[in-house]
């Protein structure tokens, strides 16, 4: 069925450190992809998307880009920040309002 | 922005109480979901509505139901509370599109004594 892997956590990293969360799917189809980020004490906001082959979808420093011939959505930052810390949640919906998302990775920046 | 506002951030209740979780969304979103939340399990799908007065399933809906009867308003109804459904709980609402991204509200962390 369909699914989302991303890497376990916790992300350990020193500030400005570069950073990837790998994220892989499966799926029907050519999914629309999601990053979610859930700060401390609160629910989860739209990091960034891509909805179709080789888009990228950036936002506040991060990157994701859609590679349809590894099923993947990676996450990237190139120097993080100590506001960065938050759980990460891969997603993706195809042809349906119902978003499957990855366990979550958390990201821990000292 | 969209805003999604759950009724309460913090709950605690006895096994075998009725439990109403209130979600309020006020953007005219058509679809409102209720999912929960756990470590090492990420979000799972409790059920979801499409439209007033109508509901499905999400993947776990065993010991809840739901009520829509407002577009605006989603309610998630935990008919006997059980000591497993100590969870967080958060409501999201999204427009048509499928690739409408969910907007989602703070949760509402629920502990069964």
């Known amino acids: 069925g369909d699914s989302v892997t991303q890497m376990e956590g916790p992300v350990t990293l020193s500030e400005e450190a570069f950073l990837t969360i790998n994220c892989t799917y499966t799926?029907?189809?050519?999914?629309?992809l999601f990053w979610y980020v859930q700060y401390p004490g609160e629910g989860l906001q739209l990091l960034l998307k891509a909805t179709k082959a080789d888009d990228k979808g950036s936002n506040k420093g991060f990157e994701a880009t859609y590679r349809k011939e590894t099923t993947s959505f990676h996450l990237e930052k190139g120097s993080v920040q100590v506001s960065d810390s938050a759980v990460y949640f891969c997603?993706?919906?195809?042809?349906?309002?119902?978003?499957?998302f990855g366990t979550g990775t958390r990201l821990q920046v000292f | 922005d969209v805003k999604v506002t759950q009724s309460s951030r913090y709950l605690v209740k006895r096994t075998g109480e009725k439990v109403f979780l209130e979600c309020v969304q006020d953007m005219d979103h058509e679809n409102m979901f209720w999912y929960r939340q756990d470590p090492g399990l990420g979000l799972r799908l409790i059920y979801f509505s499409y439209d007033v007065k109508m509901k499905e399933k999400g993947d776990i809906p065993e010991g809840y139901s739901v009520s829509r009867e407002k577009k605006e308003r989603f309610s998630l109804i935990l008919e006997s509370a059980s000591t497993n459904q100590t969870s967080m709980y958060l409501c999201?609402?999204?427009?048509?599109?499928?690739?409408?991204?969910?907007?989602f509200g703070n949760g509402t962390r629920l502990t069964v004594t």
């Open positions: 997603a993706h919906s195809y042809n349906t309002d119902k978003l499957i």
């Open positions: 799926a029907t189809g050519y999914p629309s």
């Open positions: 999201a609402s999204k427009g048509i599109a499928y690739n409408s991204p969910l907007h």
